[in-house]
């Protein structure tokens, strides 16, 4: 995360991790780009909980539980896969200003916290993914230039004259790439959303087209989750694809015969 790094394209000089001091305490960009996508995840959300025929003052009760949970849970999922470099000091498990969130530990913990919360308001849980899935896509897309700011996540040496220039070597900027398949998801689901044929089919699509490109971009990137020797991001998001996909065609066929 040290030194200052540079690109001759695009990136001409990666800022400072920390935005600001406020009483002595460091406020990090990583900090900040989170909690912005949080915000704007539950904003769209509030404004399309009716649409689904739901209670929108619901969703704050839903993001004061789940929100807090996802960031257990990317924390947690993070340091369970690195905990050699944990184990000898448990104060760093809670020291997340600087960077160790999994996306796919946060996802894993928010869904079940708000499915419990929705079964516990006798809320629709897949119309309430439905309404969500938009804004979680734009909150990912938000929250991983963080990692540019912390100069991490990223990809292995590349030609490529987009890259970013980190330790002395151009590699790939893979915190853009998804950033910008995010951004592209967002406006996706967004229109599939106002026109879905079945309910589940916007939170079905997420899971797959954001798995996809999880897995692509996954391959390029030099600090894996590793599952033996196999990458864990890769191994979950090919299970996603195939499960929900499966799950797609049986609830369109459902759909279509009613």
């Known amino acids: 995360m040290a030194g200052m790094c540079y690109n001759t394209f695009m990136f001409t000089n990666i800022p400072d991790p920390i935005a600001f001091t406020l009483f002595g305490v460091d406020v990090r960009w990583y900090g900040i780009l989170i909690a912005s996508g949080i915000v704007l995840a539950i904003l769209w959300t509030y404004k399309r909980f009716p649409a689904h025929g739901l209670d929108r003052e619901a969703v704050l009760d839903i993001a004061l539980i789940s929100i807090p949970c996802a960031i257990i849970g990317a924390r947690l999922y993070y340091v369970a896969f690195r905990w050699d470099s944990y184990s000898g000091d448990v104060w760093r498990i809670l020291n997340i200003r600087g960077g160790g969130l999994a996306v796919h530990g946060g996802l894993i913990a928010g869904f079940i916290a708000a499915y419990f919360v929705c ?131 049986v609830l369109r066929k459902k759909s279509s015969i009613r």
């Not at 592209?184 to 899971?207: E, H, M, S, V």
Request: with cysteine.
């Open 119 to 249: 079964r516990h308001k006798k809320i629709s849980f897949p119309d309430g993914l439905d309404a969500a899935a938009p804004g979680i896509a734009l909150a990912q897309a938000i929250g991983r230039w963080g990692n540019y700011f912390n100069s991490e996540a990223h990809g292995g040496p590349t030609d490529l004259p987009w890259g970013i220039m980190i330790n002395g070597q151009n590699v790939h900027p893979t915190f853009l790439y998804e950033s910008i398949w995010c951004l592209l998801l967002f406006f996706f689901l967004y229109y599939i959303d106002k026109n879905r044929k079945f309910t589940g089919q916007t939170a079905l699509l997420y899971c797959i087209l954001y798995s996809a490109e999880r897995f692509f971009v996954e391959g390029l990137r030099t600090d894996s989750l590793m599952i033996g020797p196999f990458r864990q991001a890769q191994v979950l998001s090919l299970t996603v694809i195939a499960f929900c996909t499966l799950l797609y065609i």
